[in-house]
C-alpha cells in the first residue's frame, strides 16, 4: 500500500509540558468539553458513522486497544500486560507467542523499537469482534488531516461534567471513576516526535482542546485507542493514542483547556500493521502457509470470519478477495525466527544473508 511519510520533527519546546511516563497510572477515558456554561455531552455511545469503529474499542492491560481484525488488536506498547483484551465485558485470551514489539524505520535516528504493539486474541464465534472484517488504515500522513477526527478509548470517566478549576489560569475537567468507553472531536496540529518510555514515535498532536462541545482529549487509561477518519466507506484508522501535554501548575488526575493528546502515525508504520490482513496462521508473517489455507479452502463457505479456514476478509466465503488479501502482503512481516540460525562469522552471515534473500523471495 502506497503512504507518504513527512521527516519526524522533535516535539520542541515544551519538554516540561510533556508528560508521558504518567499514563502508566489509573486508566482513564476520554475527556470530553462543553461550552461555556453548559455540562460535558455524555458521548459514550458511538458518534454517528463510526459505529465500526467504536466497536473495536476494548480494555487492553493498563490502556486500551483497537481491533484490527483477524485477531489482531493494535495498541500501545508501554500499557503492558495484555494477556486479554476486552470488548463490551467479553474477554479475550492472547495466543501465545503472537506478541509484536513494532519497529521505528531505520535512518532516521530513532530508537529500534517504538511504543506500538500487535497481539493477537482468540475470537470465538460468540466474541462481538467475531466476523468483524480488516480495519481500513489512513495511508497518508496524520498532519495533512485539516478535518476533524474522532478518538476513542477505555477506562475511567470524568468527575464532573460541568469545567472546574484544575490548577493555574487553566479551567478543566478532573478524571474521575467509572469505566466506559467515550469519544471526543480532535484536530491534528504538526507532525511531532516524542518518546515514551525511550521508544521514539513518529506521530502528531492534538490542539483542540477548548471549551467547545464535544471536543475531547486523552485521560490515562486512553492509551493505545485509536484516532479515526470519516473515509469513502466509513471510518479509518489514523494513528494510536500515546500521552498527552500537562501544563506545569496542573492538578494530578486532571484535564485542562490547552493540552494536547499525543498520537502515532501509522502511515509510518503500515507495512508492519498491514500484515494483520494476510497472514491467517498468525506467524507474523504473510507466506506460502498463508496461501495454502486460502487454497485448501478454496470457494467453500466457512464460518464468516473464520481466518484460520482461509477467510481473511470475513465475507465467509474463501475466494479471491482473500486470495489477494494474501499476495497483497506476500513476503511482509518478520519470518518466524526458527528458520534463521544463529550465523558463526561474518562470512557465514554474508552467505546466510543471500540464501535468505533467495529464500525471502521465492516462499
Ligand atoms: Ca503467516
Ligand atoms: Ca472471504
Redesign the pocket.
Known amino acids: 500500500m502506497k503512504h507518504n511519510r513527512s521527516e519526524p520533527v522533535r516535539a520542541q519546546c515544551w519538554p516540561a509540558l510533556l508528560v508521558v511516563a504518567s499514563l502508566a497510572g489509573p486508566a482513564g477515558a476520554v475527556v470530553v468539553a462543553g461550552n461555556p456554561g453548559q455540562n460535558a455531552p455524555d458521548q459514550s455511545t458511538a458518534p454517528a458513522g463510526y459505529e465500526d469503529a467504536w466497536a473495536r474499542i476494548g480494555a487492553l492491560g493498563g490502556g486500551s486497544g483497537v481491533y484490527l481484525g483477524n485477531g489482531y488488536v493494535l495498541s500501545a506498547r508501554h500499557v503492558n500486560g495484555g494477556n486479554s483484551f476486552t470488548v463490551d465485558g467479553y474477554t479475550h485470551t492472547r495466543i501465545s507467542g503472537t506478541s509484536v514489539t513494532l519497529s521505528n524505520p531505520e535512518g532516521l535516528g530513532l530508537s529500534a523499537e517504538t511504543d506500538l504493539w500487535l497481539n493477537r486474541y482468540a475470537v470465538p464465534d460468540d466474541s462481538p469482534l467475531f466476523g468483524l472484517d480488516i480495519m481500513e488504515l489512513l495511508d497518508t500522513a496524520l498532519a495533512a488531516q485539516g478535518t476533524a477526527g474522532v478518538i476513542i478509548g477505555e477506562g475511567l470517566g470524568q468527575t464532573t461534567i460541568t469545567p472546574v478549576n484544575v490548577g493555574g489560569s487553566n479551567t478543566g475537567y478532573a478524571w474521575g471513576n467509572g469505566e466506559q468507553r467515550r469519544w471526543g472531536e480532535v484536530f491534528m496540529s504538526d507532525n511531532a516526535s516524542f518518546d515514551v518510555n525511550n521508544r521514539d514515535v513518529i506521530g502528531v498532536q492534538s490542539f483542540s482542546f477548548q471549551q467547545v462541545a464535544g471536543r475531547g482529549n486523552a485521560a490515562d487509561g486512553d492509551s493505545g485507542g485509536g484516532l479515526f477518519f470519516m473515509g469513502d466507506d466509513g471510518p479509518v484508522l489514523g494513528g494510536i493514542i500515546h500521552a498527552v501535554t500537562l501544563d506545569p501548575n496542573q492538578n494530578d488526575n486532571t484535564a485542562a483547556f490547552g493540552n494536547r493528546t499525543l498520537f502515532s502515525d501509522l502511515s509510518a508504520y503500515l507495512d508492519q500493521i498491514n500484515i494483520v490482513e494476510g497472514d491467517l496462521t498468525g506467524d507474523g508473517y504473510v507466506g506460502v502457509q498463508d496461501l495454502d489455507l486460502v487454497l485448501a479452502n478454496w470457494g467453500q463457505a466457512?464460518q464468516a470470519g473464520n481466518w484460520t479456514l482461509?477467510?481473511?476478509?470475513?465475507?465467509?466465503?474463501?475466494?479471491e478477495?482473500?486470495l489477494n488479501a494474501v499476495l497483497a502482503h506476500f513476503g511482509e512481516g518478520q519470518l518466524p525466527a526458527p528458520s534463521v540460525p544463529e550465523p558463526a562469522s561474518l562470512t557465514l552471515m554474508g552467505v546466510l544473508g543471500a540464501w535468505l534473500g533467495r529464500r525471502r523471495g521465492r516462499i
Open positions: 466457512v482461509g477467510d481473511a476478509n470475513g465475507d465467509g466465503l474463501v475466494g478477495d482473500d
